[in-house]
Each structure stands twice: as C-alpha cells, then as structure tokens.
T-cell receptor, first 110, second 116 residues
Framework: KQEVTQIPAALSVPEGENLVLNCSFTDSAIYNLQWFRQDPGKGLTSLLLIQSSQREQTSGRLNASLDKSSGRSTLYIAASQPGDSATYLCAASGNTPLVFGKGTRLSVIA | GAVVSQHPSWVICKSGTSVKIECRSLDFQATTMFWYRQFPKQSLMLMATSNEGSKATYEQGVEKDKFLINHASLTLSTLTVTSAHPEDSSFYIC????????????FGPGTRLTVT
C-alpha cells in the first residue's frame, strides 16, 4: 500500500528565501507525482504534475523533481513571497487513486 | 479545460438529517470520480471510488450505508451523508478522471459540511 510522507510538517521562512519541501513515497510504481497548494478552508490548486518518465517540471518560481528509484520528490520555491503561505501537498498516483501526504504548512514572513 | 465543480460550497444541517453534495465535470466525461474528506489540519483521505454506472468502491472503515454515492452519468456524482452527526462535519472534496486524460485527477473546490 502506497504511503506518502512529507517533511517538514511546518516551515517558517523570511521573505525572499529559497526553500525546499520534501516528499517521499514507498511504492515506486507510480504513474505520476503531483504537487498541490491548499489555502485555509479552500480546495486544492494543482501546481505541478510530473509523469513517471520525467525528472522535473518547472512553473515560474516553482520547480519539482522526481526520483522514482529512491521514492522521493522535492518542490523548490525560489524567492519566496508572503503570498506563498499555504499548505503544500504532494500526492502519488499509481494503480490506486491519488495518495496524499499530510502536507507542509509554509509561512513566509514579510 | 478539465473543470470540476461542487455544490454546495458549504452547508449546515441538523443532526439526524441527510445532505447531498454534487460533483460535476463541466467540460469532460468523468468515467471515474473520487470522494475525499479532510479534517482540520489533516490530509485528504479517500472515502470511495465510483465508476459511471456501477457501485462505488469504499475504502476500509467508510460506512457505505452512511455515505451513499451515486455516479449515474458521465458528468455527475453525488455523495449523500445520511443521518448526519456532528462527527461527520468535515471538508468533502471530489475529483474526477476521464478517458484519455493522462491519469490526472481534477479536483473540485470542496464542500464544507457542518452538522449541528
């Protein structure tokens, strides 16, 4: 059974810093790995989706990498801004529906 | 493209009543829909998977008689919480996946249910 773990659970950084969020998964037989953002009381916003055959995806200040063999993905946020404050969830998709990690709560302090 | 809507966005109901939540795929045919629930500061937990025209598959620990799921068309799935109790208060999110859409699930905006 797929299990997804995210570290750290919470992170607070000053504005302008670059940061890395970590995600690990136990079953490497995935179709894709997806990163989401969730604001308090809101639904999910898809940020990046990495297919199993890909190594990374980039969108603006966000860069996500995938290493299937080691069961790891990272989300890199460059030049963080207060508006980046949210919970970031990673989810792995395989033969089963998406399995989510518990998320990392990010606070960017102005 | 690939937009999923949910209705209502929030609902308050009294204990013992039933409430129905709709999930619609607006611009694609969703052969499979998923229902998740999320407690405060927790992650999303899959409740059930439904394929159009067949019975839903429930995850372990989810009461199928309490959480009725219907996926009668390729664009609509409903979740009915029957005889709601305060402990059913949660954030319910649906997602949908269609034929030809690369394994990606598209998520609705969620429904906040409060049972008083």
């Amino acid at each position: 059974k797929q299990e997804v773990t995210q570290i750290p659970a919470a992170l607070s950084v000053p504005e302008g810093e670059n940061l890395v969020l970590n995600c690990s998964f136990t079953d490497s037989a995935i179709y894709n790995l997806q990163w989401f953002r969730q604001d308090p009381g809101k639904g999910l916003t898809s940020l990046l989706l990495i297919q199993s055959s890909q190594r990374e995806q980039t969108s603006g200040r966000l860069n996500a990498s995938l290493d299937k063999s080691s069961g790891r993905s990272t989300l890199y946020i460059a030049a963080s801004q207060p508006g980046d404050s949210a919970t970031y969830l990673c989810a792995a998709s395989g033969n089963t529906p998406l399995v989510f990690g518990k998320g990392t709560r990010l606070s960017v302090i102005a | 493209g690939a937009v999923v809507s949910q209705h209502p966005s929030w609902v308050i109901c009294k204990s013992g009543t039933s409430v129905k939540i709709e999930c619609r795929s607006l611009d694609f045919q969703a052969t499979t829909m998923f229902w998740y629930r999320q407690f405060p500061k927790q992650s999303l937990m899959l409740m059930a998977t439904s394929n159009e025209g067949s019975k839903a598959t429930y995850e372990q620990g989810v009461e199928k008689d309490k959480f009725l799921i219907n996926h009668a068309s390729l664009t609509l799935s409903t979740l009915t919480v029957t005889s709601a109790h305060p402990e059913d208060s949660s954030f319910y999110i649906c997602s949908a996946k269609g034929l030809g859409l690369t394994y990606e699930q598209y998520f609705g905006p969620g429904t906040r249910l409060t049972v008083t």
